[in-house]
């Protein structure tokens, strides 16, 4: 979002509709929200975007499992997406459904241009697909038994005719764009990312599917009934054909102005694919692409067979809307995860809100009630207070690159610095204490002071707690738009003399966690998989050799990816093939410290997927206050050296 620009477009992801709303959908919902909200209070014409993606496999697949009709599931999901956005002050400008006529229409246009444009070719695919993320692979990207690299599930083999896009043509074209434009993806880390994965070598890019019926047909003049176009092809074009392209394109203005917030999972097809097929079709690139980190619950992905979901509407009702967002956009540097819990959330409500925001409001209102009857006014604050309001400019005055930087907590964290002034100087200037020597004018010039302070704050925390500080304004009598926006730079004092009204408190503190502790739904073991053990839980020598234990030596050691715990290790049992084995022993051990070492491994545990990833054993170690050890022969043994 450039900052002269009148223009700005800001858009989600469209979320799929084989499940529903989530905490991590509602989150890169909110940061989008906010960016909207911002950008309107700057005085800026914006367009903000969201909607639901419901084609494709896995929506087929997953209304059959419900004996649904396809069209009636996306219509159940998609609402439920549509009514929890209006629950949320969602301000979107559109909501798009890919199974809107006009949107089909679009991605029909534009697959006309690209394969006149000769980007586009047919021929027939072989690989493998992975239906949960709707993405292709080839056999060298697989994990062990044929499953996803990214979601660990199953793949299956597909041979059918396709039509291609030729993404190796735009290798060179892509990593010019990201050289030229330094803030094209964020944050920069995962700029680097992108950059490294194309260097690697792009293939051309299988676009239509034969196999199944649900998706946009391929356009009439190809004449080709049998093809539907890859869900994802259909899915990026959303954010052309929702400014009418292929259509009414009056919209189309927005486009040059563009920002999408996406989560990190999906940044490859958005930061590659969609550059591409944007270069194809002659349009503008993306100003931003920005990438979030993962919500996770005790340091694991949310699922549903877990029982680890976070319900955003549980949340927002349990401790409160405004409240949730700002927690969310405070808690976590943006692009790094984040892990969900009510502790932290109401650690927030109770210190940041309460401590530092409420009770600021409370103050004033308690001063001003008992030295001038609620008037305020802000004559005098020049005179008294130009330390503090220089102090308060200067933290202002590079508030906004943290916007277009994408890190909403830096933006929050510098907005408390201001309120950090405005109660400081209570406690410095003890207005309580002028009062009682005669000096009136003093101690209202700090009332108004911390007042004006509180006004600039209220109209830059807005587009993150609209409603909250919509409150604040009305009892101090101003209004949150442009003009005062923009005053709030220019003046140092904003406020002039006014009454404020009495408002209870914004925010209640909280004693103790409000949503209680769900069960865990994890199948429960299979009869006779449970544990064979005596009463008395004594076992007999039989038993104990039931496990097999064994001297490992460590190969490789590697981090898991979005895990904080696990580490992925290939340890030698002198067996045809190392094994894989995943341990949670990252806050432990660096990685780079275990190969070579040796360990003790439970060598016939039944293997398990653990984030996805097989693992094939289990280290024995043992772990106190004082950290985690793992268990090591005395002596450098043999790989395979039974232990027992
Ligand atoms: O990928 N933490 O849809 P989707 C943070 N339809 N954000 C999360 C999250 C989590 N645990 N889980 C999901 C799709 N998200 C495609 C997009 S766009 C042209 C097509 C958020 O329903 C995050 O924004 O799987 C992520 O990118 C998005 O939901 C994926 O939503």
């Given at each position: 979002?450039?900052?002269?620009?009148?223009?700005?477009?800001?858009?989600?992801?469209i979320?799929?509709?084989?499940d529903?709303?989530?905490i991590?959908?509602a989150?890169?919902?909110?940061?989008?929200?906010t960016?909207?909200r911002?950008?309107r209070?700057?005085g800026?014409d914006t367009?903000f975007?969201?909607?639901t993606?419901?084609?494709g496999q896995?929506?087929?697949?997953?209304?059959?499992?419900?004996?649904?009709s396809t069209?009636a599931y996306a219509?159940?999901?998609?609402?439920k997406?549509h009514t929890?956005?209006?629950?949320?002050d969602i301000s979107?400008?559109k909501?798009?459904?890919t199974?809107?006529?006009?949107h089909?229409?679009?991605v029909?246009?534009?697959?006309e241009?690209?394969y006149?444009k000769?980007?586009?070719?047919?021929?027939?695919y072989?690989?493998f697909?992975?239906v949960?993320?709707?993405?292709f692979f080839?056999?060298?990207?697989l994990?062990?038994?044929?499953?996803?690299p990214?979601c660990?599930?199953?793949?299956?083999?597909?041979?059918e005719?396709s039509?291609?896009?030729?993404?190796?043509?735009?290798?060179?074209?892509?990593?010019d764009?990201y050289?030229?434009?330094?803030n094209?993806?964020?944050?920069k880390g995962?700029?680097?990312e992108?950059i490294?994965f194309v260097k690697?070598?792009?293939?051309?890019?299988?676009i239509?599917r034969?196999?199944?019926?649900?998706?946009?047909?391929?356009?009439?003049?190809l004449?080709?009934p049998k093809h539907?176009?890859?869900?994802?092809?259909d899915a990026l074009?959303?954010?052309?054909?929702?400014?009418?392209?292929?259509?009414d394109?009056?919209n189309?203005a927005?486009?040059?102005n563009c920002?999408?917030l996406?989560?990190k999972?999906i940044?490859?097809?958005h930061a590659?694919?969609?550059?591409?097929?944007?270069?194809?079709?002659?349009l503008?690139?993306p100003?931003h692409i920005?990438?979030?980190?993962w919500?996770?619950?005790?340091g694991?992905?949310m699922?549903k067979?877990?029982?680890?979901v976070?319900?955003?509407k549980?949340v927002?009702d349990?401790?409160g809307?405004?409240?949730f967002?700002?927690?969310?956009?405070?808690?976590?540097?943006?692009?790094?995860?984040?892990d969900?819990?009510?502790?932290?959330?109401?650690?927030?409500i109770?210190?940041?809100l309460?401590?530092?925001?409420g009770?600021?409001?409370n103050?004033?209102i308690?001063?001003s009630?008992?030295?001038?009857?609620?008037?305020?006014d802000?004559?005098h604050?020049?005179?008294?207070?130009d330390?503090?309001l220089?102090e308060a400019?200067?933290?202002?005055?590079n508030?906004?690159s943290?916007?277009?930087?994408m890190?909403?907590?830096?933006?929050?964290e510098?907005?408390?610095?201001?309120l950090t002034i405005?109660n400081?100087?209570?406690a410095?200037h003890?207005p309580?204490v002028k009062?009682?020597?005669?000096?009136?004018?003093?101690?209202?010039?700090?009332?108004?002071?911390?007042?004006?302070l509180?006004?600039?704050v209220t109209?830059?925390?807005?587009?993150?707690?609209?409603k909250?500080?919509d409150?604040i304004a009305?009892a101090m009598?101003f209004?949150?738009?442009?003009?005062h926006y923009?005053?709030?730079?220019h003046?140092?004092?904003l406020?002039?003399t006014?009454?404020?009204?009495?408002?209870?408190?914004?925010?209640?503190?909280i004693?103790?966690?409000v949503?209680?502790?769900k069960?865990?739904?994890?199948p429960?073991p299979k009869?006779e998989e449970?544990?064979k053990?005596?009463?008395?839980?004594?076992?007999?020598i039989?038993?104990f050799?039931?496990?097999?234990?064994?001297?490992?030596t460590?190969?490789s050691a590697?981090?898991?990816?979005k895990s904080d715990?696990?580490l992925?290790?290939?340890?030698?049992?002198?067996?045809?093939?190392?094994?894989?084995?995943i341990a949670g022993i990252?806050?432990?051990?660096a990685?780079?410290d275990?190969?070579g070492?040796?360990v003790c491994v439970?060598?016939?545990?039944?293997?398990?997927k653990?984030?996805?990833?097989?693992?094939q054993?289990?280290?024995?170690?043992a772990?106190?206050k004082?950290?985690?050890?793992?268990?090591?022969?005395?002596?450098?043994?043999?790989?395979?050296?039974?232990?027992g």
């Amino acid at each position: 979002m450039p900052k002269t620009c009148e223009k700005v477009y800001i858009t989600t992801p469209i979320y799929y509709v084989n499940d529903v709303p989530h905490i991590g959908h509602a989150y890169t919902t909110i940061i989008a929200d906010t960016l909207a909200r911002y950008s309107r209070l700057k005085g800026h014409d914006t367009f903000f975007l969201t909607g639901t993606d419901e084609h494709g496999q896995k929506i087929e697949e997953a209304a059959k499992k419900r004996g649904k009709s396809t069209q009636a599931y996306a219509d159940e999901i998609s609402g439920k997406f549509h009514t929890l956005w209006d629950n949320f002050d969602i301000s979107y400008d559109k909501f798009i459904r890919t199974t809107d006529e006009e949107h089909k229409k679009g991605v029909q246009k534009a697959f006309e241009v690209m394969y006149q444009k000769g980007d586009i070719y047919k021929d027939a695919y072989e690989g493998f697909y992975c239906v949960s993320c709707e993405t292709f692979f080839t056999q060298t990207q697989l994990l062990e038994d044929e499953c996803c690299p990214d979601c660990g599930r199953q793949t299956s083999l597909v041979k059918e005719e396709s039509y291609f896009f030729r993404l190796s043509n735009y290798e060179d074209k892509l990593l010019d764009w990201y050289a030229n434009n330094e803030n094209c993806v964020l944050p920069k880390g995962k700029k680097n990312e992108v950059i490294n994965f194309v260097k690697q070598g792009l293939h051309d890019l299988s676009i239509t599917r034969t196999s199944f019926d649900w998706g946009v047909k391929l356009p009439k003049s190809l004449n080709d009934p049998k093809h539907v176009m890859y869900v994802w092809l259909d899915a990026l074009m959303n954010y052309i054909t929702a400014l009418g392209y292929g259509n009414d394109a009056k919209n189309m203005a927005y486009w040059n102005n563009c920002t999408h917030l996406v989560g990190k999972d999906i940044l490859r097809f958005h930061a590659i694919y969609w550059p591409a097929f944007l270069m194809s079709l002659d349009l503008p690139m993306p100003k931003h692409i920005a990438a979030h980190g993962w919500w996770t619950r005790n340091g694991e992905k949310m699922s549903k067979s877990k029982g680890n979901v976070v319900n955003p509407k549980e949340v927002a009702d349990a401790y409160g809307l405004e409240n949730f967002r700002y927690f969310m956009l405070r808690e976590v540097p943006f692009g790094q995860d984040g892990d969900f819990s009510q502790k932290a959330l109401i650690d927030r409500i109770n210190s940041d809100l309460g401590n530092d925001l409420g009770n600021l409001m409370n103050r004033i209102i308690g001063m001003s009630s008992k030295y001038s009857n609620l008037v305020i006014d802000s004559t005098h604050v020049p005179t008294y207070h130009d330390k503090e309001l220089k102090e308060a400019e200067q933290i202002l005055e590079n508030i906004e690159s943290y916007i277009y930087e994408m890190q909403p907590n830096r933006y929050l964290e510098t907005l408390w610095k201001v309120l950090t002034i405005a109660n400081q100087s209570i406690a410095t200037h003890e207005p309580w204490v002028k009062m009682k020597e005669g000096k009136t004018e003093e101690a209202m010039a700090l009332v108004a002071l911390v007042a004006n302070l509180l006004a600039k704050v209220t109209i830059l925390l807005s587009p993150v707690m609209p409603k909250t500080c919509d409150k604040i304004a009305a009892a101090m009598h101003f209004k949150i738009d442009t003009p005062h926006y923009q005053k709030l730079y220019h003046d140092k004092v904003l406020l002039e003399t006014f009454t404020i009204e009495k408002l209870p408190a914004l925010f209640p503190r909280i004693e103790e966690e409000v949503i209680p502790a769900k069960e865990p739904v994890e199948p429960a073991p299979k009869k006779e998989e449970k544990k064979k053990v005596s009463t008395d839980g004594i076992i007999t020598i039989d038993q104990f050799f039931e496990t097999k234990l064994k001297i490992g030596t460590i190969l490789s050691a590697q981090e898991v990816k979005k895990s904080d715990r696990l580490l992925q290790l290939t340890v030698d049992l002198a067996e045809e093939e190392p094994r894989q084995i995943i341990a949670g022993i990252k806050e432990y051990y660096a990685p780079a410290d275990l190969i070579g070492t040796q360990v003790c491994v439970v060598s016939n545990l039944k293997p398990a997927k653990i984030m996805g990833l097989l693992s094939q054993g289990m280290l024995l170690a043992a772990k106190d206050k004082d950290g985690l050890s793992l268990m090591r022969p005395e002596a450098p043994k043999r790989s395979g050296t039974p232990v027992g």
